[in-house]
């Protein structure tokens, strides 16, 4: 009779233990892991065209309704030819062109691109157009800030003098 007490109990614990392992495991199956997802990591967009070209952390910063806008972010160009790749802010923005090269980076700071007229004030998000020839149109929403952030308000003062800006040269 203690055999079969025995015998039951460890059965018993092995059935548990699979069970509480097959439910541990069913979490990761069921759930997708969100951190190995592409994201934005800062407050601007993401806009991925393709697999090998995509725009990181796209943001105006600006001032004010009306007032010139700087552009923040990057294209990521993967591929192994050269892609334009055109950027049109808001309803009446003239598009604004950007060659990147094969495995390249165009960063927007380091290039000084800039908006004439941002048509909405900080703190809203600006309807825009990202185009290449080759992929189209995606329509994105890009966050317009100010200056009131750090770093932004260092970047937005630089780039108002015309001074190049990186992140290093905070004090």
């Known amino acids: 009779m203690a055999r079969t007490t025995r015998r039951t109990r460890l059965v018993s614990l092995a059935a548990t233990g699979i069970a509480v392992a097959a439910?541990?495991?069913?979490?990761?199956?069921?759930?997708?892991?969100t951190t190995a997802e592409p994201y934005a990591p800062?407050?601007?967009?993401?806009?991925?065209?393709?697999?090998d070209l995509v725009v990181e952390n796209l943001m105006v910063l600006t001032e004010a309704?009306?007032?010139?806008?700087?552009?923040?972010g990057a294209?990521?160009?993967r591929g192994t030819e050269a892609v334009e790749v055109s950027f049109t802010f808001g309803e009446s923005g003239a598009p604004i062109p950007v060659t990147v090269e094969p495995e390249a980076t165009v960063n927007f700071t380091e290039a000084g691109i800039t908006v004439d007229q941002v048509e909405v004030p900080p703190g809203a998000v600006l309807p825009s157009v990202v185009a290449t020839s080759q992929d189209g149109e995606t329509t994105t929403r890009v966050p317009v800030l100010d200056g009131t952030i750090p770093p932004y308000?260092?970047?937005?003062?630089?780039?108002?003098?015309?001074?190049?800006?990186t992140p290093s040269s905070r004090d």
Do not use: K, Y
């Open 23 to 33: 439910a541990a495991g069913g979490c990761a199956t069921m759930n997708p892991i």
């Open 42 to 51: 800062s407050d601007g967009v993401r806009v991925p065209i393709r697999s």
């Open 65 to 72: 309704d009306g007032e010139t806008g700087h552009l923040l």
């Open 75 to 77: 294209v990521v160009n």
């Open 153 to 165: 308000d260092d970047f937005l003062e630089s780039a108002q003098s015309g001074e190049t800006w």
